[in-house]
C-alpha cells in the first residue's frame, strides 16, 4: 500500500522534463507549491496523492491525478529504421506563432497530436520512433509532475542536477560505494565529516536504524538540509552526535567555548527570560559533553570523509581521526581530484598500518532498452566520472620511523 505525504513532511516533485524540486509540507500555512513556470499546485491535492502519483494540468486549468493505465504490448522484431529520412527540421509544417496560439487555447495532449498530425514523417518513422517522438513533445508541451519519496537517492539526484556545490558534486552511486566500502552497519560507531549538506550522515543514520553512534565533526557551521529532508525516525536522529573539531583539536576540551559550561545567572530584575536562556544552553552543553565522552569512551569502526576538497581540514580530520579508528575499522573518502588521494594511497600502502587500500573511480552511464534499439543515452552534459573513493582497513602496523616523511605518520 502506498504512503501519501503529511504536513510537517517533505516530498519531492519531478516535472516532465526531469527537473526536481524538494518541498516543506508546511503544516500551518499550507501554501501551494510553485514548479518552474508551471502554476501553482494545489496543496491539498498533493497531500491527499500517494507517492509515484502523476498529477496533470488539464486543458480548463485544474490539477488532476492520472491514472496509470497498463496497454498490452506485442514482441515486436525490429526490421525497419529511419534511415531514409532527411534531418533538416523542415518536416513541421506550423510555425512557432501558431504553436504558441495552439498552447493557450487547448491542454498539451491536444498540442502534442497536432505537432503529429501536422509532421509530414511522422506516419512514417517506425514504431518505436514515433513513441520517442510523441514522449519528446509531450515533456515541452504537457505540464505534470511526479510525486516522489524523499529519499536518499532521490534527494542526491535532485541536489546533484540543481546546485552540485551544497552536496560536493556527489553521485547516489558514490554515496552508496562510499557506505558501502565504510561497512556501514547497525550498533556500530563511526566518524564522519560530511560537507554535502549533511546527506551523508542521513544516509548512514539509515542505516544504522537507531542502533549504534555517529559523531559527525564539523567546523563554522555543520549544514543539515539534507539531513533534514530526509524525514528521518526520532531514532534514528538520536544515533547522530555533532562534535566539534575545535574540542578535539583543544589540550582541555572541557573548557572550550562549546563544551564550557555557562556562568550562572540571577533571577532578579533581571527577569526570567536570561535565566530560562542560561537553563536551555546548559542543557545543550550537558548533551555535549555527554556526546563527546561518549567518543572518548572507545575507538570507532568506521571512518568516512567527503571534505569539499579542503585540503587542510582533510588533513586536520585524519590526524583527529585515525588514532580512533579500531584495528579492522574501514576508512573511505571521497575527493574530485586524482593526485592528492593518490599521494594518500602511497603512503598508506607504504606505512604498513593499512591494507586493502583500493582507489576507485566510479563510471555510469544511463542505457535506452529496447528490442534491438538498446544503447547509451547520447546527452552531451552527461557526467560519466565524478570523483575518486580511496578506502583501507586499518591493520596492527610497526611504529613510523622518526624519519619517515609526516603524511606516513599521520596514518599510524
Not at 113 to 127: V, W
Not at 227 to 235: I, K, N, R
Request: charged share 25%.
Amino acid at each position: 500500500m502506498k504512503v501519501s505525504p503529511s504536513p510537517g513532511s517533505h516530498v519531492v516533485l519531478r516535472d516532465s522534463e526531469g527537473t526536481q524540486k524538494v518541498f516543506f509540507l508546511n503544516a500551518g500555512s499550507r501554501p501551494d507549491l510553485r514548479m518552474g513556470k508551471y502554476p501553482p499546485i494545489p496543496f491539498e491535492m498533493v497531500l491527499h496523492s500517494p507517492y509515484g502519483a502523476v498529477l496533470r494540468r488539464e486543458a480548463d486549468g485544474k490539477w488532476q491525478r492520472q491514472r496509470h493505465s497498463v496497454e498490452a504490448t506485442e514482441k515486436v522484431e525490429v526490421q525497419e529504421n529511419n534511415q531514409h529520412l532527411a534531418q533538416d527540421n523542415s518536416a513541421q509544417s506550423l510555425t512557432p506563432a501558431e504553436v504558441r496560439d495552439l498552447k493557450q487555447k487547448c491542454s498539451g495532449e491536444e498540442v502534442v497530436e497536432a505537432l503529429a498530425s501536422n509532421s509530414s514523417t511522422f506516419a512514417s518513422k517506425t514504431k518505436f520512433a514515433q513513441e520517442k517522438y510523441l514522449k519528446k513533445k509531450a515533456q515541452k508541451h504537457v505540464q505534470q509532475v511526479t510525486l516522489l519519496r524523499p529519499s536518499v537517492m532521490e534527494l542526491c539526484e535532485t541536489y546533484y542536477k540543481q546546485s552540485r556545490s551544497k552536496v560536493c558534486g556527489l553521485r547516489f552511486d558514490y554515496l552508496s560505494s562510499l557506505l558501502c566500502q565504510a561497512d556501514v552497519r547497525s550498533g556500530a560507531r563511526f566518524l564522519v565529516l560530511d560537507a554535502a549538506a549533511g546527506l551523508v550522515t542521513g544516509a548512514m543514520a539509515q542505516q544504522l536504524a537507531g542502533f549504534g553512534q555517529i559523531y559527525r565533526l564539523f567546523r563554522n557551521g555543520c549544514p543539515e538540509k539534507g539531513f533534514t529532508e530526509l524525514d528521518l525516525s526520532d531514532a534514528e536522529k538520536q544515533t547522530v552526535r555533532p562534535i566539534n573539531l575545535e574540542a578535539l583539536q583543544s589540550s582541555d576540551p572541557m573548557a572550550c567555548e562549546w563544551l564550557r559550561l555557562p556562568t550562572a545567572q540571577s533571577n532578579d530584575a533581571e527577569g526570567e527570560s536570561i535565566a530560562g536562556r542560561a537553563e536551555a544552553r546548559m542543557t545543550r552543553i550537558m548533551k555535549r559533553r555527554e556526546d563527546f565522552k561518549s567518543l572518548e569512551a572507545g575507538p570507532v569502526d568506521g571512518l568516512l570523509m567527503v571534505a569539499d576538497d579542503d585540503a587542510e581540514l582533510t588533513q586536520e580530520v585524519l590526524e583527529l581521526s585515525l588514532p580512533r579508528l579500531a584495528y579492522g575499522g574501514r576508512v573511505a573518502m571521497f575527493g574530485h581530484h586524482l593526485q592528492p588521494l593518490a599521494a594518500l594511497q602511497g603512503a598508506w600502502r607504504a606505512n604498513g598500518s593499512f591494507v586493502d587500500v583500493r582507489l576507485t573511480q566510479l563510471f555510469t552511464r544511463e542505457f535506452q532498452a529496447l528490442p534491438s534499439r538498446t544503447h547509451p543515452f547520447m546527452v552531451a552534459e552527461a557526467q560519466l566520472c565524478e570523483g575518486f573513493i580511496l578506502c583501507a582497513s586499518k591493520v596492527v602496523g610497526e611504529e613510523p620511523r622518526n624519519d619517515e616523511p609526516p603524511s606516513k605518520k599521520i596514518c599510524t
